[in-house]
Each structure stands twice: as structure tokens, then as C-alpha cells.
């Protein structure tokens, strides 16, 4: 019904910046909420931010004041600008959607993941 497709992820050095993006696509009729999650290797999928339909935003603070999270609701788009990168912030990291549909269910989507890798 609906779908996530994440892009721009790579790697980087460390003090670097990239920008992830993530589209909501399919049978959509409104996005509550949009968030980013990552998951190293070895641990548990962690929190990153968050961004309400209200614009209301929310960072884990390992990453407050390096990452900027943004939405372009007619676009049903989320971005994630990750500036001052450290190696700690490699990992896989997720968009994840809670969406109405236009048959109003509630689908908590996911997307597949984009490879983040910060090293010298």
C-alpha cells in the first residue's frame, strides 16, 4: 500500500556532511509523523529525530546540533542533514513513517535502509 525509498547515503570522513532522503510513496492520504533510525553493526536499531506534520522536531542528543532533520510534505518527503560526521555515526540508517491511508488504516512503514560509513 504505501512504501519508503531512502537515498543518499555513502561514505564520508569524518567532519564531513551528508544528506539522506527518504519518499513516501503509494496509497497515501496523510503522514502523522516521519522519523530517521540507524542500526550499527553489533547493536540495537536506535532513534536519530523526528519530525511531526505539525513540524514539531525531536533529536536524540548524540546527534543534536550535527543533524537537521526536515520534511517537504507536499512531496511526502523527509531529509536528514548530517553535518560534522564522526565515525560513531556509521551504521544503516531507516526512515520510518506512521501513515493514513486513503482507505484510513494506520500503516507504520519502513523503509530498506542506506548504508552510512564515516572513516578515514
Known amino acids: 500500500q504505501v512504501q519508503l525509498a531512502e537515498s543518499g547515503g555513502g561514505s564520508v570522513q569524518p567532519g564531513g556532511s551528508l544528506r539522506l532522503s527518504c519518499a513516501a510513496s503509494g496509497s497515501i492520504s496523510s503522514i502523522r509523523y516521519m522519523a530517521w533510525y540507524r542500526q550499527s553493526p553489533g547493536k540495537q536499531r536506535e532513534w536519530v529525530a523526528h519530525?511531526?506534520?505539525?513540524?514539531?522536531?525531536n533529536y536524540a542528543g548524540s546527534v543534536k546540533g550535527r543533524f537537521t532533520i526536515s520534511r517537504d510534505n507536499a512531496k511526502n518527503t523527509v531529509y536528514l542533514q548530517m553535518d560534522k560526521l564522526i565515525p560513531e555515526d556509521t551504521a544503516v540508517y531507516y526512515c520510518n513513517a506512521q501513515i493514513t491511508t486513503r482507505s484510513l488504516s494506520t500503516v507504520n512503514s519502513w523503509g530498506q535502509g542506506t548504508q552510512v560509513t564515516v572513516s578515514s
Open positions: 519530525i511531526g506534520s505539525s513540524g514539531s522536531i
